[in-house]
């Protein structure tokens, strides 16, 4: 077994190392979650489910746009494609409170992550995929290929939202994901929100390489122009990501908004080029590398459960306690579980944090439908039943207009 990639010595930033922590927590542990002990059989769940291969991504796109909110106030929707993912996003929204908020049982102590841990592919708690029931969520993901669609529908009556779309390498081998890239042709300027994909690009999917990993930078640029996007590329895979994201997010938000304005003030654009992003990272990155003989970090092993036998196998569990501490959570939890400040810091204000979007919390922004009455709509009856020829489409459609 060689080490994670998390124990170079310049890594990622203490708010993505807590997220990837509590995401690979998630998968594996029953107990003992802040690893305060040495890590035993029994504190590891006896039936694995999750995908892990997507998180670290999700993370870093979770943490870039926290920084877009507190840097340029933006109200921001987050559709997730790789649903599968749901680690990530319960890690996240755990780490920003939210979970707390709908339920303090799920309080950012050890205690509360304990209990997390707990319902993650539990009957009475979370699925393995996003669910309604996950705060902040729009999409579930898994059922491939309509996050992008999914997203622009959010944009299109929110003139001053970005939804931001994961969309996943593997999903977008899809049919509905390749429809939906023509999307920018649907979206106005004036009126809609704007949508910004991030193509996830970590090489693999179930049990191979996607097809987007194939092709050169120059012909994803070519593809993404030619759908009308106007792409940016960056490579998040070395050993301090998150920064070359952050950055591309900022810079991709400051041209849509610039876009928008020019739009509103009389100067329309043909077809805008709205920004996207291609985000190649590492599959399954901070795993171990190795396992007997196993490759698993950059590689299709590390989709789902990278470690399946670690209750049970000496190797495996050595090699998971060994990938949990190079999160070093002792840096990153105090001795109650709590978040520390720097993690914490990472955070926009409560109101603002992605979790919290109404818009993807059901029935936070239901109201009542002015309905019209319908005796007005009757069909006439002169002689009684069977006495009028009618079709019922055309007399619910005068009621519906």
């Given at each position: 077994m060689t080490s994670?990639?998390?124990?170079?010595?310049?890594?990622?930033?203490?708010?993505?190392?807590?997220?990837?922590?509590?995401?690979?927590?998630?998968?594996?542990l029953q107990d003992n979650v802040l690893m305060s002990d040495p890590l035993r059989p029994e504190h590891v769940k006896p039936r694995l489910l999750g995908h892990w291969g997507s998180c670290p991504g999700i993370t870093l796109v979770y943490?870039?746009?926290?920084?877009?909110?507190?840097?340029?106030?933006?109200?921001?929707?987050?559709?997730?494609?790789?649903?599968?993912?749901?680690?990530?996003?319960?890690?996240?929204?755990?780490?920003?409170?939210?979970?707390?908020?709908?339920?303090?049982?799920?309080a950012r102590t050890a205690t509360g992550l304990r209990e997390l841990a707990r319902r993650y592919c539990a009957p009475d708690g979370f699925p393995s995929h996003l669910s309604p029931s996950v705060p902040g969520t729009l999409h579930e993901g898994g059922e491939l290929g309509y996050a992008l669609a999914t997203a622009v529908g959010a944009a299109l009556d929110a003139p001053d939202r970005v939804?931001?779309?994961?969309?996943?390498?593997?999903?977008?081998?899809?049919?509905?994901?390749?429809?939906?890239?023509?999307?920018?042709?649907?979206?106005?300027?004036?009126?809609?929100g704007a949508v910004l994909p991030v193509l996830h690009l970590n090489g693999y999917k179930i049990s191979s390489p996607t097809l987007f990993a194939t092709m050169?930078?120059?012909?994803?640029?070519?593809?993404?122009?030619?759908?009308?996007?106007?792409?940016?590329?960056?490579?998040?895979?070395?050993?301090?990501?998150?920064?070359?994201?952050t950055a591309a997010v900022l810079d991709a938000h400051d041209t849509l908004r610039a876009l928008q304005r020019r739009a509103r003030s009389g100067d329309l654009p043909v077809r805008p080029a709205w920004p996207m992003i291609v985000l190649r990272t590492l599959k399954g990155a901070g795993a171990p590398a190795e396992v007997e003989?196993?490759?698993?970090?950059?590689?299709?092993?590390?989709?789902?459960?990278?470690?399946?036998?670690?209750?049970?196998?000496?190797?495996?569990?050595?090699?998971?306690?060994?990938?949990?501490?190079?999160?070093?959570?002792?840096?990153?939890?105090?001795?109650?579980g709590r978040p520390a400040p720097e993690v914490l810091a990472a955070l926009p204000e409560p109101d603002a944090l992605i979790g919290a979007q109404p818009a993807a919390n059901g029935g936070r922004l239901r109201r009542p439908l002015p309905l019209p009455p319908l005796s007005p709509h009757a069909l006439a009856l002169p002689d009684g039943p069977g006495s009028a020829t009618a079709g019922p489409t055309r007399v619910l459609g005068d009621w519906l207009t």
């Amino acid at each position: 077994m060689t080490s994670p990639a998390q124990n170079r010595t310049v890594g990622p930033s203490p708010y993505v190392r807590a997220a990837d922590y509590i995401a690979a927590a998630l998968i594996f542990l029953q107990d003992n979650v802040l690893m305060s002990d040495p890590l035993r059989p029994e504190h590891v769940k006896p039936r694995l489910l999750g995908h892990w291969g997507s998180c670290p991504g999700i993370t870093l796109v979770y943490t870039a746009l926290n920084a877009l909110i507190r840097e340029r106030g933006t109200d921001v929707l987050l559709v997730t494609g790789p649903g599968h993912g749901a680690p990530a996003v319960h890690a996240n929204l755990w780490l920003e409170g939210t979970h707390e908020r709908q339920d303090p049982a799920l309080a950012r102590t050890a205690t509360g992550l304990r209990e997390l841990a707990r319902r993650y592919c539990a009957p009475d708690g979370f699925p393995s995929h996003l669910s309604p029931s996950v705060p902040g969520t729009l999409h579930e993901g898994g059922e491939l290929g309509y996050a992008l669609a999914t997203a622009v529908g959010a944009a299109l009556d929110a003139p001053d939202r970005v939804v931001a779309c994961v969309v996943g390498d593997g999903e977008a081998e899809t049919g509905p994901t390749a429809g939906a890239w023509h999307s920018t042709k649907y979206l106005d300027p004036v009126t809609c929100g704007a949508v910004l994909p991030v193509l996830h690009l970590n090489g693999y999917k179930i049990s191979s390489p996607t097809l987007f990993a194939t092709m050169t930078d120059e012909e994803l640029t070519a593809l993404f122009r030619g759908y009308g996007w106007d792409p940016r590329i960056v490579d998040e895979t070395g050993p301090s990501p998150g920064a070359a994201l952050t950055a591309a997010v900022l810079d991709a938000h400051d041209t849509l908004r610039a876009l928008q304005r020019r739009a509103r003030s009389g100067d329309l654009p043909v077809r805008p080029a709205w920004p996207m992003i291609v985000l190649r990272t590492l599959k399954g990155a901070g795993a171990p590398a190795e396992v007997e003989g196993t490759p698993i970090e950059g590689t299709f092993h590390s989709h789902q459960v990278p470690l399946p036998d670690a209750r049970e196998d000496p190797e495996q569990l050595k090699a998971l306690e060994s990938w949990l501490r190079s999160y070093r959570p002792e840096e990153l939890f105090d001795e109650e579980g709590r978040p520390a400040p720097e993690v914490l810091a990472a955070l926009p204000e409560p109101d603002a944090l992605i979790g919290a979007q109404p818009a993807a919390n059901g029935g936070r922004l239901r109201r009542p439908l002015p309905l019209p009455p319908l005796s007005p709509h009757a069909l006439a009856l002169p002689d009684g039943p069977g006495s009028a020829t009618a079709g019922p489409t055309r007399v619910l459609g005068d009621w519906l207009t």
